[in-house]
């Protein structure tokens, strides 16, 4: 079994920044896509970034110049930096990373959710 542990959440004011942090954990063999979503209320989850096992971004219009997905290869562990936060950038995010098992097969997993809250 995978585990993801997200963290670095919390409440910001409108212009802040936070920094997430995702560790997977477990019977990894190597991490493919790693990436983050996030799902405001009402909303369907949508993608935020995204980082390739070769370090190719991509990231929501929204969201440019403003956040920068990173990944520590050694650490089994992907970031998120979001700086110039915005009230609309509320929501809960999700660490998501794409992976070949010990066992050699392909597995998506998803972590639980990390809040974050903007206020204006």
């Known amino acids: 079994q995978v585990q993801l542990v997200e963290s670095g959440g919390g409440l910001v004011q409108a212009g802040g920044s936070l920094r997430l942090s995702c560790a997977a954990s477990g019977s990894i063999s190597w991490i493919n896509a790693m990436g983050w979503y996030r799902q405001a209320p009402g909303n369907q989850r949508e993608k935020v970034a995204t980082i390739t096992g070769g370090g190719s971004t991509n990231y929501a219009d929204s969201v440019k110049g403003r956040f920068t997905i990173s990944r520590d290869n050694a650490k089994n562990t992907v970031y998120l930096q979001m700086n110039n936060l915005k009230p609309e950038d509320t929501a809960v995010y999700y660490c998501?990373?794409?992976?070949?098992?010990?066992?050699?097969?392909?597995?998506?997993?998803w972590g639980s959710g990390t809040q974050v809250t903007v206020s204006s």
């Open positions: 998501n990373i794409d992976y070949y098992s010990t066992s050699g097969r392909i597995f998506i997993s």
